[in-house]
């Protein structure tokens, strides 16, 4: 029989200091990446900060909450802290949801450099168009649920105000996570189709896939947490009730940074530790130790190829010179259709992670 401890705070505590500290070490290694090692901080990139700032808070008001009630029971608490600890209990929600749309749009943005088909990039429009149009809802719902804000921790020391009925944030809340799980699924198998076409033997292919994939263990927390979502309209004791909704919001988003941190970190590996299997290269020369490196289509009929962002080289002018498409073969004025330099400075010969994409006589820079 397992045994509830009447005070669950130090729980609360414990998980928000784990993932915001795994969290931080993900994006500290994802910025050193992108700007030291890449040398190209895309939006991507930003979205990821901004998501990781708006948990950070996230994870300073539940700790702060801790020590005014959050995992206590109701009856144990001075009258005065209820109050305050519903306070930031409070604050926390507005900033989970931030956290989680700042996110979510990362990882489309980053999905989207890969994405080289129509159908493809279509998927991922949709999914980030409905979560981020329900998040916003959801966000203003919970926001506006009391009239004034305040009414939400004041009603127990006797301040007037009106709330909506709980079972409405409690829907609302259903199906934020129902919208979540499939949005964390679609854009966490997404990888697996996108990655297949790629010029990389099975074994880099799946080790790839993998890795980008691995972002939809997020969903797995927001799972767990369905069944304590019923637990947000026990209003008597609320501090309490809530506890397991708030341990598994944290190790949603929290896994979600640092996974998502993950798989832009390939570079920083390949630059420390050489070339590798997850290098994606499948010819006998190496990519440049400076891990600017990048997946390669190529089909000679199309003269497509592909590579990870901005791969195009420093001082590059117009679409001519960067790229021409002459008689069905792909010809470039710095890359061949092995992806290599020639004829190139040693300064054009700076690779950029991301992507690029010509095709007959039209290129587009994803």
Not at 36 to 54: E, H, I, S
Not at 133 to 159: E, K, M
Request: hydrophobic share 45%; charged share 15%.
């Amino acid at each position: 029989m397992t045994v509830t401890p009447a005070d669950r705070g130090p729980q609360v505590s414990a998980v928000a200091g784990l993932f915001l500290a795994l969290s931080t070490i993900g994006i500290i290694l994802r910025c050193y990446c992108r700007l030291v090692v890449v040398k190209a901080f895309g939006l991507d990139d930003w979205f990821a900060l901004v998501a990781w700032v708006f948990f950070t808070f996230f994870c300073g008001f539940a700790i702060t909450g801790v020590h005014y009630g959050t995992g206590q029971h109701a009856a144990v608490l001075p009258p005065e802290d209820i109050p305050i600890g519903l306070k930031w209990w409070w604050a926390c929600e507005p900033v989970y949801v931030l956290s989680n749309m700042a996110l979510k749009l990362s990882i489309s943005i980053f999905l989207l450099r890969l994405a080289v088909t129509r159908s493809s990039r279509i998927i991922i429009f949709v999914i980030i168009g409905v979560v981020e149009l329900y998040s916003a809802f959801y966000f203003f719902l919970f926001v506006l649920q009391c009239r004034p804000s305040s009414y939400f921790w004041t009603q127990y020391t006797g301040g007037t105000g009106t709330c909506v009925d709980p079972k409405v944030t409690v829907d609302a809340t259903y199906a934020y996570s129902a919208i979540s799980c499939v949005a964390d699924w679609g854009l966490g198998l997404m990888p697996i189709a996108l990655i297949w076409h790629i010029q990389m033997d099975m074994r880099t292919k799946i080790s790839v896939a993998a890795i980008l994939s691995v972002g939809a263990i997020a969903s797995t927390a927001t799972i767990i947490r369905i069944p304590f979502v019923k637990d947000l309209a026990n209003i008597e004791d609320f501090l309490y009730a809530t506890t397991d909704v708030a341990i598994w919001s944290t190790v949603e988003t929290g896994i979600g940074i640092a996974a998502s941190a993950a798989a832009t970190l390939r570079p920083l590996f390949k630059a420390y530790f050489g070339s590798s299997h997850l290098a994606g290269n499948t010819s006998s020369n190496n990519w440049p130790r400076s891990g600017n490196s990048g997946y390669v289509q190529n089909k000679a009929s199309g003269g497509e190829e592909y590579g990870l962002r901005n791969n195009v080289a420093p001082g590059a002018g117009d679409a001519d010179e960067r790229g021409q498409a002459m008689g069905g073969k792909f010809e470039s004025g710095g890359w061949d259709s092995q992806s290599k330099l020639r004829g190139g400075s040693d300064d054009e010969a700076e690779w950029r992670s991301g992507i690029m994409k010509t095709s007959g006589t039209t290129r587009t820079e994803l």
